[in-house]
Nanobody, 116 residues
Framework: QVQLVESGGGLVQPGGSLRLSCAASRIQFNIYAMGWYRQAPGKQRELVATISRAGSTNYADSAKGRFTISRDNAKSTVYLQMNSLKPEDTAVYYC??????????WGQGTQVTVSS
């Protein structure tokens, strides 16, 4: 069974940084497009950033210039470096994996709280 395990969330002050990691297992990682999504209380889940198999990236407007998505195929891991965090970035962050056949998988989520 495919597993996506997120880590790196926590409590950070406004302006701070966090690096999220998502370790994948039981998948052929290099054929999957990977993404980060987030869901704040009372809101729908929304795209944060995606990275294709080839390494092309896409960001939500709210993430551009502050967040960076990257992947390490040798480690079957995708990262989200988040800088200049704002209180509105507070959410549960989810890792997503999608293969060329449109099968997709989700991690269990990691909480990010930005507060002073």
């Amino acid at each position: 069974q495919v597993q996506l395990v997120e880590s790196g969330g926590g409590l950070v002050q406004p302006g701070g940084s966090l690096r999220l990691s998502c370790a994948a297992s039981r998948i052929q990682f290099n054929i999957y497009a990977m993404g980060w999504y987030r869901q704040a209380p009372g809101k729908q889940r929304e795209l944060v950033a995606t990275i294709s198999r080839a390494g092309s990236t896409n960001y939500a407007d709210s993430a551009k210039g502050r967040f960076t998505i990257s992947r390490d195929n040798a480690k079957s891991t995708v990262y989200l470096q988040m800088n200049s965090l704002k209180p509105e970035d507070t959410a549960v962050y989810y890792c997503n994996a999608r293969n060329p056949y449109d099968n997709e998988f989700w991690g269990q989520g990691t909480q990010v709280t930005v507060s002073s």
